[in-house]
């Protein structure tokens, strides 16, 4: 029988991971590397940790190698993919893995370049996993991710490529890949953009339904774009240049036409495009950031594309955006026109739906037409809104107005003139802005505490640093004397208003905004002080109000109503109606300093005022009381840190020192920077003759000790000047006698060398004169002796010729005689010449060798002038020397002289 065989050992997941990690290295056949792939991906996501150790490189390795097949591509990214995303449960799982798997990618750097070479694949999968890989390993390791694309070669221009793919789950994954790329670096912006990211996306926008329309995906794409846009001055110059304004105002008014339609939407449908609508509203205030570069001309484009108009649709109208749109919307408007003179002229010339549809009275109907001018319509809201749910919608509402007349004083001047002319003809008007401050008539009035917090907000911002608003809302006045009437002022009837507020203990929201427009105006206006001082109740009242606040906002009431005593005390003159020495006593008995300060600091300290700019945007959430958590404006709360010292010291200052100021070009009040200037200066000058009277005692003590210090500087210097004198002479003498004799060597060696040069010079030109004369007389005899032979051959030439005539027949024996004889004469001539030249050789030389002799007198005379220069150069030194000496005594005599004259005046004193 044959013996039973054992079952083989079980093998562990270990043993197994470490099989195939290394047949996934070692083998050579693409399918076998491919199957222990599939092994490993089947255990990534219970033992990440031992896959990861064991194969992690080797599936790197896999993708460069065996790239070009996407079966193993795919099998590839789907283990790492688990790998980075591994079962919670496993005991393998470790936040670690995940950081091990991105250092491997990023640290390596042609690792990350594999994936974005496999976004060039045209296969689904190579294409998602490789996005889905660069995401997570991007939120692992983000700035080493970062710096591998930007190095990959078209590494920013492949991850923005694939937002052309039709396929939606890769152009999303992109989508979400660049927002996380773009979120901090700011070269990939810039890269991103210059790919065509905005047209891109803004055209994936309009394929997927716009904004009424369209899905995440869309709002996905807005994001993107904030991101690129944010704090981005060149992506941002990129974009308005490139035309995509328009398409901006082209989506836009897609979606007020869409929306006017009155179509009936799904309520998730409904969510959606609110959502798209207010990433859309928040992409173009990008553009308008007052800090932002360029904001001005991002305006005037966006006005030309009539972008203003089809977000005031927005804002006023509850069919089409619900209230985080209209807050958007009536920000966005506002920065649309805010320091921008052209654009918030031509922004009251706009109209608009009428926002609300009430009656004053419920008993009235509605009267209305159908559209008014859009500043109209923003004081509707702001005024007319009494639904506490909707808050923010008049808040934003308020801001937008606050653009219209920022930092244009016509406008605030034609605002506050037409309100002013408003309260007088027709004094039922509820979007008066002055109606609604100084005539509480209404129910909203008392039932609505922000509708006069929005209208002192209002006013203040007319009358802030606009001295000329305050001379006109001066002029405000009520009642009619010619009746019988008393005639009170605007700022004596939001006094009375105020302080009836305070003692029926009222929401202090409203007077909170009372008391914020009362401070500003009172500051630096001696007449609005006056005016205010004229009702002596009123600093009993203020007063009142911090003595004995009431509960609710007791901190603010009671700070302001200090700080608004604080600067009627410090803009109070002699002349007021309550005298400043009077109001400063007042203030002191009645309230004291330190509960002043007190009061002060504690409205400095409050969270209110301290952390303004912090909790500017969770303000209007509610407080215990179920109103919004808004007390203050934040150009009031820039306005009281500044001048918070100010204010503080004011009740320090003594009631005769008055403060002067300038407003409209005319100084008011006694300056107190002069009267400052002159104590100063008095102080100055006691210093000053105080310390003079000390130099003075000083200088007589030391008088003396430096008299007799003189005296012996004077002995001291005579003696000096005494043994300097006489060597002085002694050398003035030694070098006059050196001097003479030099002067007499040199006159004698100049003549001797004179002479000699002159009988030089006689020789050679009595030698040069004979021998010129020698050569004419050579040159005459030669001359001579050749004519005579010229004569003779001449004679002989004629008998020859005789004899030619004669004897014809022996022409032949002639000639040759005849050239015999010529020749012979040649000869002749020939050595005579010879003769001569030698001659002229011989005398050339003679010529020469005077010629050298001459050379040589003039360097020996070139020699006597050096020795003369140098003898010059002595004398000159020797003259220096004795300048310098005579220097040295006019020196030791200007000494001498002005301790004497020194002396003298000690001798005066």
């Given at each position: 029988?044959?013996?039973?065989?054992?079952?083989?050992?079980?093998?562990?997941?270990?043993?197994?991971?470490?099989?195939?990690?290394?047949?996934?290295?070692?083998?050579?056949?693409?399918?076998?590397?491919?199957?222990?792939?599939?092994?490993?991906?089947?255990?990534?996501?219970?033992?990440?940790?031992?896959?990861?150790?064991?194969?992690?490189?080797?599936?790197?390795?896999?993708?460069?190698?065996?790239?070009?097949?996407?079966?193993?591509?795919?099998?590839?990214?789907?283990?790492?993919?688990?790998?980075?995303?591994?079962?919670?449960?496993?005991?393998?799982?470790?936040?670690?893995?995940?950081?091990?798997?991105?250092?491997?990618?990023?640290?390596?750097?042609?690792?990350?370049?594999?994936?974005?070479?496999?976004?060039?694949?045209?296969?689904?999968?190579?294409?998602?996993?490789?996005?889905?890989?660069?995401?997570?390993?991007?939120?692992?390791?983000?700035?080493?991710?970062?710096?591998?694309?930007?190095?990959?070669?078209?590494?920013?221009?492949?991850?923005?490529?694939?937002?052309?793919?039709?396929?939606?789950?890769?152009?999303?994954?992109?989508?979400?890949?660049?927002?996380?790329?773009?979120?901090?670096?700011?070269?990939?912006?810039?890269?991103?953009?210059?790919?065509?990211?905005?047209?891109?996306?803004?055209?994936?926008?309009?394929?997927?339904?716009?904004?009424?329309?369209?899905?995440?995906?869309?709002?996905?794409?807005?994001?993107?774009?904030?991101?690129?846009?944010?704090?981005?001055?060149?992506?941002?110059?990129?974009?308005?240049?490139?035309?995509?304004?328009?398409?901006?105002?082209?989506?836009?008014?897609?979606?007020?036409?869409?929306?006017?339609?009155?179509?009936?939407?799904?309520?998730?449908?409904?969510?959606?495009?609110?959502?798209?609508?207010?990433?859309?509203?928040?992409?173009?205030?990008l553009f308008l950031h007052s800090e932002a570069t360029g904001a001005s001309l991002n305006q005037m484009v966006l006005w030309k594309h009539g972008v203003v108009h089809h977000v005031l649709q927005f804002a006023f109208s509850d069919a089409i955006g619900d209230s985080p749109i209209r807050v958007e919307a009536f920000l966005t408007c506002g920065d649309l026109i805010r320091n921008a003179p052209e654009l918030q002229e031509s922004f009251a010339q706009l109209t608009v739906s009428h926002p609300l549809q009430f009656s004053v009275t419920p008993e009235e109907p509605p009267s209305r037409n159908d559209t008014l001018f859009v500043i109209d319509g923003l004081l509707d809201v702001?005024?007319?809104?009494?639904?506490?749910?909707?808050?923010?919608?008049?808040?934003?509402?308020?801001?937008?107005?606050?653009?219209?007349?920022?930092?244009?004083?016509?406008?605030?001047?034609?605002?506050?003139?037409?309100?002013?002319?408003?309260?007088?003809?027709?004094?039922?008007?509820?979007t008066n802005v002055l109606t609604v401050l100084m005539r509480q008539t209404d129910a909203h009035s008392v039932s609505d505490s922000y509708r006069p917090w929005f209208a002192a907000v209002i006013v203040f911002h007319l009358l802030y640093e606009n001295s000329s608003a305050k001379a006109k809302a001066l002029e405000l006045r009520e009642g009619d004397s010619a009746r019988g009437e008393e005639v009170v002022s605007g700022i004596q009837t939001i006094s009375a208003i105020l302080l009836s507020g305070m003692a029926r203990g009222e929401n202090p929201r409203s007077l909170t905004g009372y008391l914020m427009l009362l401070v500003s105006w009172m500051f630096e206006d001696f007449?609005?002080?006056?005016?205010?001082?004229?009702?002596?109740?009123?600093?009993?009242?203020?007063?009142?109000?911090?003595?004995?606040?009431?509960?609710?906002?007791?901190?603010?009431?009671?700070?302001?109503?200090?700080?608004?005593?604080?600067?009627?005390?410090?803009?109070?003159?002699?002349?007021?109606?309550?005298?400043?020495?009077?109001?400063?006593?007042?203030?002191?008995?009645?309230?004291?300093?330190?509960?002043?300060?007190?009061?002060?600091?504690?409205?400095?300290?409050?969270?209110?005022?301290?952390?303004?700019?912090?909790?500017?945007?969770?303000?209007?959430?509610?407080?215990?009381?179920?109103?919004?958590?808004?007390?203050?404006?934040?150009?009031?709360?820039?306005?009281?840190?500044?001048?918070?010292?100010?204010?503080?010291?004011?009740?320090?200052?003594?009631?005769?020192?008055?403060?002067?100021?300038?407003?409209?070009?005319?100084?008011?009040?006694?300056?107190?920077?002069?009267?400052?200037?002159?104590?100063?200066?008095?102080?100055?000058?006691?210093?000053?003759?105080?310390?003079?009277?000390?130099?003075?005692?000083?200088?007589?003590?030391?008088?003396?000790?430096?008299?007799?210090?003189?005296?012996?500087?004077?002995?001291?210097?005579?003696?000096?000047?005494?043994?300097?004198?006489?060597?002085?002479?002694?050398?003035?003498?030694?070098?006059?006698?050196?001097?003479?004799?030099?002067?007499?060597?040199?006159?004698?060696?100049?003549?001797?060398?004179?002479?000699?040069?002159?009988?030089?010079?006689?020789?050679?030109?009595?030698?040069?004169?004979?021998?010129?004369?020698?050569?004419?007389?050579?040159?005459?005899?030669?001359?001579?002796?050749?004519?005579?032979?010229?004569?003779?051959?001449?004679?002989?030439?004629?008998?020859?010729?005789?004899?030619?005539?004669?004897?014809?027949?022996?022409?032949?024996?002639?000639?040759?005689?005849?050239?015999?004889?010529?020749?012979?004469?040649?000869?002749?001539?020939?050595?005579?010449?010879?003769?001569?030249?030698?001659?002229?050789?011989?005398?050339?030389?003679?010529?020469?060798?005077?010629?050298?002799?001459?050379?040589?007198?003039?360097?020996?005379?070139?020699?006597?002038?050096?020795?003369?220069?140098?003898?010059?150069?002595?004398?000159?030194?020797?003259?220096?020397?004795?300048?310098?000496?005579?220097?040295?005594?006019?020196?030791?005599?200007?000494?001498?002289?002005?301790?004497?004259?020194?002396?003298?005046?000690?001798?005066?004193?």
């Amino acid at each position: 029988m044959f013996p039973i065989q054992a079952t083989p050992a079980r093998q562990s997941a270990s043993d197994t991971i470490n099989v195939l990690s290394r047949r996934l290295i070692s083998a050579t056949l693409l399918e076998d590397r491919r199957a222990a792939i599939l092994g490993l991906r089947s255990f990534a996501k219970d033992f990440p940790a031992s896959v990861a150790s064991g194969a992690l490189r080797g599936l790197i390795g896999s993708l460069a190698e065996d790239g070009e097949d996407v079966d193993t591509v795919k099998v590839v990214m789907e283990t790492l993919l688990i790998l980075l995303n591994p079962n919670d449960s496993s005991p393998e799982a470790s936040q670690e893995i995940v950081l091990w798997l991105a250092d491997e990618f990023t640290q390596h750097q042609e690792n990350s370049w594999i994936l974005l070479n496999l976004l060039e694949s045209t296969d689904f999968y190579s294409r998602l996993y490789s996005l889905q890989l660069l995401g997570a390993i991007l939120v692992s390791r983000t700035q080493r991710t970062e710096e591998c694309v930007l190095t990959a070669p078209f590494g920013v221009s492949r991850l923005v490529a694939a937002l052309d793919d039709q396929r939606e789950a890769i152009r999303n994954e992109a989508i979400s890949l660049l927002t996380a790329f773009t979120s901090t670096s700011i070269e990939i912006q810039k890269l991103v953009a210059f790919e065509n990211a905005f047209e891109r996306l803004l055209a994936i926008v309009v394929a997927d339904g716009s904004l009424t329309e369209g899905g995440r995906i869309v709002e996905d794409c807005l994001i993107l774009l904030a991101n690129l846009l944010r704090f981005n001055t060149s992506n941002q110059v990129l974009f308005r240049e490139s035309g995509c304004m328009s398409k901006l105002a082209n989506i836009l008014e897609d979606t007020v036409k869409a929306q006017t339609s009155g179509r009936d939407i799904a309520a998730w449908a409904y969510i959606q495009r609110s959502r798209n609508i207010y990433a859309f509203l928040a992409v173009m205030r990008l553009f308008l950031h007052s800090e932002a570069t360029g904001a001005s001309l991002n305006q005037m484009v966006l006005w030309k594309h009539g972008v203003v108009h089809h977000v005031l649709q927005f804002a006023f109208s509850d069919a089409i955006g619900d209230s985080p749109i209209r807050v958007e919307a009536f920000l966005t408007c506002g920065d649309l026109i805010r320091n921008a003179p052209e654009l918030q002229e031509s922004f009251a010339q706009l109209t608009v739906s009428h926002p609300l549809q009430f009656s004053v009275t419920p008993e009235e109907p509605p009267s209305r037409n159908d559209t008014l001018f859009v500043i109209d319509g923003l004081l509707d809201v702001i005024l007319n809104t009494h639904d506490q749910s909707k808050f923010d919608i008049r808040f934003a509402a308020c801001e937008c107005l606050k653009s219209y007349f920022s930092n244009h004083s016509d406008v605030k001047m034609h605002f506050l003139t037409r309100a002013i002319e408003g309260y007088h003809q027709r004094p039922n008007e509820s979007t008066n802005v002055l109606t609604v401050l100084m005539r509480q008539t209404d129910a909203h009035s008392v039932s609505d505490s922000y509708r006069p917090w929005f209208a002192a907000v209002i006013v203040f911002h007319l009358l802030y640093e606009n001295s000329s608003a305050k001379a006109k809302a001066l002029e405000l006045r009520e009642g009619d004397s010619a009746r019988g009437e008393e005639v009170v002022s605007g700022i004596q009837t939001i006094s009375a208003i105020l302080l009836s507020g305070m003692a029926r203990g009222e929401n202090p929201r409203s007077l909170t905004g009372y008391l914020m427009l009362l401070v500003s105006w009172m500051f630096e206006d001696f007449d609005a002080v006056n005016d205010f001082l004229a009702e002596g109740s009123n600093v009993q009242g203020l007063i009142q109000a911090v003595v004995q606040p009431q509960t609710n906002g007791a901190d603010v009431i009671q700070g302001l109503s200090a700080t608004l005593l604080g600067v009627l005390y410090e803009f109070s003159t002699k002349d007021s109606p309550v005298p400043r020495t009077k109001l400063h006593s007042i203030i002191l008995s009645r309230l004291g300093r330190d509960k002043y300060l007190d009061c002060v600091k504690r409205l400095r300290r409050n969270p209110l005022i301290r952390d303004f700019e912090v909790s500017a945007r969770e303000q209007n959430a509610s407080s215990l009381d179920g109103f919004p958590s808004v007390y203050f404006d934040a150009e009031f709360v820039a306005f009281f840190k500044d001048n918070y010292s100010r204010i503080s010291r004011a009740i320090d200052r003594a009631p005769e020192m008055e403060i002067s100021i300038v407003a409209n070009g005319i100084q008011k009040g006694i300056s107190r920077e002069l009267v400052d200037s002159l104590r100063r200066q008095v102080d100055d000058m006691r210093r000053v003759l105080e310390d003079a009277n000390a130099r003075t005692a000083l200088l007589e003590d030391q008088l003396h000790n430096e008299r007799a210090e003189n005296q012996s500087s004077t002995d001291r210097a005579a003696v000096t000047l005494s043994t300097i004198q006489d060597a002085y002479d002694e050398l003035e003498k030694s070098h006059n006698t050196e001097l003479s004799i030099l002067q007499t060597q040199l006159l004698a060696e100049k003549s001797r060398y004179e002479s000699q040069m002159s009988s030089t010079r006689a020789e050679f030109a009595a030698q040069e004169l004979a021998h010129r004369e020698g050569l004419v007389q050579a040159r005459k005899d030669a001359e001579v002796e050749q004519e005579s032979k010229r004569l003779n051959l001449a004679a002989e030439t004629e008998e020859l010729r005789g004899t030619i005539r004669r004897l014809e027949g022996e022409v032949t024996k002639v000639d040759h005689r005849a050239k015999e004889q010529l020749q012979t004469l040649r000869e002749g001539n020939d050595k005579l010449l010879v003769h001569y030249v030698s001659e002229a050789e011989q005398a050339e030389e003679k010529s020469e060798a005077l010629q050298s002799q001459l050379d040589a007198a003039k360097t020996t005379i070139e020699e006597l002038k050096k020795k003369l220069e140098i003898a010059e150069s002595e004398k000159h030194n020797l003259v220096e020397s004795k300048a310098a000496l005579q220097a040295e005594l006019d020196d030791i005599l200007i000494l001498f002289s002005d301790l004497e004259e020194k002396v003298h005046k000690y001798e005066n004193l």
